[in-house]
């Protein structure tokens, strides 16, 4: 069973290059992604993925808002941050 993996990045850039890397680990899958704080809170709770890749900054919100309500959920991924 392959872990899956939602990214979360207001860059398209950054989303493509993140997918690009990940996809290459023979046991992980990316299963979605989102530019968006409602967009991604909406598909992680939907999908609910092992690992969230999440940015900190978005434009019309935060990744700190993200990381709140998906840490609400059971059971809760793993959510690894980042910025640029």
Do not use: C, W, Y
Request: a negative charge.
């Amino acid at each position: 069973m392959k872990t899956s993996v939602f990214i979360v990045d207001d860059s398209q850039v950054v989303r493509d290059l993140l997918t690009n890397v990940i996809s290459r680990l023979s046991n992980v899958e990316v299963v979605g992604r989102a530019a968006e704080v409602s967009e991604a809170i909406a598909a992680i709770r939907r999908l609910k993925p092992a690992i969230v890749v999440l940015d900190i900054s978005m434009p019309g919100g935060s990744g700190h808002e993200v990381l709140e309500a998906t840490k609400r959920e059971q059971p809760a991924p793993i959510v690894m941050m980042l910025t640029n």
